[in-house]
């Protein structure tokens, strides 16, 4: 009964928000992010376009709140178009009933790439421009050297894009195989290991840069963040060997200790390095920095702010535990629970630009001589190294 009840959400919700749809709104969900990112910043003394090495004429957040403004004004209205087709389709055979309208999530999605690839100076022309050859390095798994900070964010960001990245192939597959987009996808495609190797590639590209920054600087903390990215590996291998395995018990638990050591490991890795935040680890190295577990310089204004972000990282970090443990309504097993997840972990990774961008303008500044002071001490991976 539960399995059926559940067969009619997932067929519901493909129908009302079909793959390619889903998609392009959390696609424009990150454009509408960054902006945000960048003007919050701004507001906070933190040059993101001399961080990024950006030059406009412009504020660099107007031309992208202007962009995704078009963007969203063009999905909406798509959209309301094909949710005013469907009607009132309760048949089995909806596909036919709604006609051509079953190509505008194609549309949709195909709008936005071809926006994306467009070479003309319009609409963000210099910022798509510059995402393109990001793309294009990042997927190479290279590291600009001279703007370091953006590809480490964009690639980061990516592994926040993974369940997305693994929807972009179903959507694919289901075009190549004829089934139609408004159907629930099949999310065993290519047996047992074609999806899982797909929802790899984002941290395989970590790991190369991390390599790639060992080898610029020979810093050990770089090693660490390789091991970090290397803990994900065991999670997608288990998880498929738990999925398709008859020895599930067994994978289960040890799929489980997999993702809890990871999120553990990058939970720690986001207050302590990424943030140099001092929370997690004044117990070793016995600095105690004011306020309490943060830093002596803060650009963000009110210091629960900090607190706050500590508290909502660990909560979603940790959010793959709550489909496992409860029958809540947005379990992982139906289509909108994997759009639910894949829609909070974007959330966080947004929220982490934040004060990932704010420390590395604290490097930035702090080379310069505008601020003076043991800044080192604010750097917890620091005293972390020393240890070894």
Request: aromatic share 18%; net charge positive.
């Amino acid at each position: 009964m539960v399995d059926r009840v559940e067969d009619t959400q997932a067929a519901l919700f493909s129908l009302c928000f079909p793959i390619p749809v889903r998609v392009t709104l959390l696609i424009l969900l990150g454009i509408w992010g960054w902006g945000i990112n960048v003007h919050v910043c701004k507001l906070s003394k933190i040059d993101v376009e001399t961080m990024i090495k950006y030059n406009s004429n412009g504020e660099l957040h107007h031309s992208i709140y202007k962009f995704a403004m078009t963007l969203s004004f063009y999905t909406l209205i798509l959209l309301a178009f094909f949710w005013y087709s469907l009607g009132d389709t309760t048949d089995q055979d909806y596909t036919s009933q709604i006609g051509v309208s079953k190509y505008i999530p194609w549309m949709l999605f195909f709008s936005l790439v071809g926006v994306m690839i467009y070479p003309g100076r319009r609409f963000h022309g210099k910022g798509r421009h510059r995402f393109r050859l990001l793309l294009v390095r990042i997927l190479k798994g290279g590291l600009n050297k001279d703007c370091r900070i953006l590809d480490i964010i964009a690639s980061d960001a990516f592994t926040s894009y993974t369940k997305v990245l693994v929807d972009i192939f179903i959507m694919f597959a289901m075009l190549y195989t004829g089934n139609s987009c408004l159907e629930i996808p099949d999310r065993d495609f290519g047996g047992k290991l074609l999806i899982p190797l797909v929802s790899t590639v984002p941290y395989f590209i970590r790991l190369r840069q991390c390599f790639i920054d060992y080898s610029r600087t020979s810093k050990i903390q770089h090693v660490y963040n390789a091991i970090k990215y290397g803990t994900s590996f065991p999670c997608v291998i288990l998880g498929a060997l738990y999925k398709y395995s008859d020895y599930k018990s067994s994978f289960y638990q040890l799929w489980i200790l997999a993702l809890f050591i990871t999120s553990s490991y990058s939970f720690f890795w986001d207050v302590t390095c990424d943030w140099s935040l001092t929370l997690l680890t004044s117990f070793i190295s016995g600095f105690h920095s004011k306020p309490k577990g943060l830093r002596q310089v803060l650009f963000f204004k009110f210091p629960f702010i900090y607190y706050l972000a500590i508290f909502v990282d660990f909560i979603l970090r940790f959010l793959w535990l709550w489909p496992l443990l409860s029958s809540w309504p947005y379990s992982s097993r139906v289509e909108l629970g994997f759009f639910f997840l894949a829609f909070m972990e974007i959330v966080r990774r947004w929220l982490w630009i934040f004060f990932r961008l704010e420390a590395e303008w604290i490097t930035v500044i702090a080379g310069s001589g505008e601020i003076t002071g043991n800044l080192e001490a604010n750097i917890p991976m620091k005293e972390i190294s020393d240890e070894f």
